[in-house]
């Protein structure tokens, strides 16, 4: 039972090093030492608050409806992350029990060996339901309570890690903004 | 959560929390019995009260008169298991320093680089260092 614990942190941990498209077939195990292995020269540039400001920039320059809204950056799709839901209290950052092992699942990959020399942006995201600002700043909220949680509980150095809200400007089901897939939490390594 | 679904979490958790040896268990492992075991009364008495920062911890001895017994003990076990692990993360420089000099020596110092460095020497370390780093669960 331990080693698949310890085969689900390396699969977590693989989507964290390869970038993009090619994280999603990395699961299988023959792979997933060999995607340890791959480490690719992860692309900075992204910081938190960079993408703030491109967020409600966004807001401003695209007052359109959020049906099929593009994706505020391209940028983010192409570089190792891995995503996770993580429920909290109606309209709130207060993240609810049955979430505390998916944060500690994500504590885990961060003390990954493999990982430990990489920062990390944790990047909060709603769906569209409500007003665009509102769930701009109750992302940027939960987020930044993820980071709380992860520096003060679970002993990850607040250097290694920053966090955003983009609200409901980077849409995973543009399609269907009010789906429940768009509320999701966001790991992106930005390199080290 | 009827009572035998919630007799079943709560073995489950402590049999997935009983380590081989001192190997430490996970954080997720540890953080999720504390969940299991306060669930319930978090949402009854600490209802916005936020994970981290000792919050909870103050929150649920506010309450401590209310607090189910189930959950002192819950908390209790989370955080002794949760401090194990994080100590033993922080004490593998300590006890490999030796180890790190005579094999990491050209190293540069930085999160990760050191520690891969006596990953990749395990059969050189000594075995007091092989163990802290198993226990750290890093291997």
Redesign the interface.
Known sequence: ??FR?LLG?FAFSALLLVSGAEAQSKLDSGDIVESLQKLETVPTGVTAALLRKQASDSIRARPGPALNRPPLSDELNSLAQFTVEINF?FA????R??S??????I??AL?H??????RFLIIGHTDAKGGREANLKLSQLRAD?IL??L?????V?AR?LSAVGLGEEQLRDPAHPEAATNRRVQLVNIG? | MTRSSLAIALTASFIIATPASSQSIGYADAISGLAVACGADIQKFCKGVNLGNDRLRNCLNQNQANVSSQCKAGYARAMDLLQKRINAQRTVTKICDSDIRRFCGGVQPGDGNILGCVLLAQKQVSPQCNQAVTDAGYR
């Open positions: 039972m331990y614990y942190i209290d709130s950052a207060v993240i029990p049955d505390y092992r998916t944060v500690g699942r504590a885990d003390h060996p493999q990982l430990l020399g990489y309570a709380e949680a520096t003060t509980s679970f002993n150095p290694r080290n």
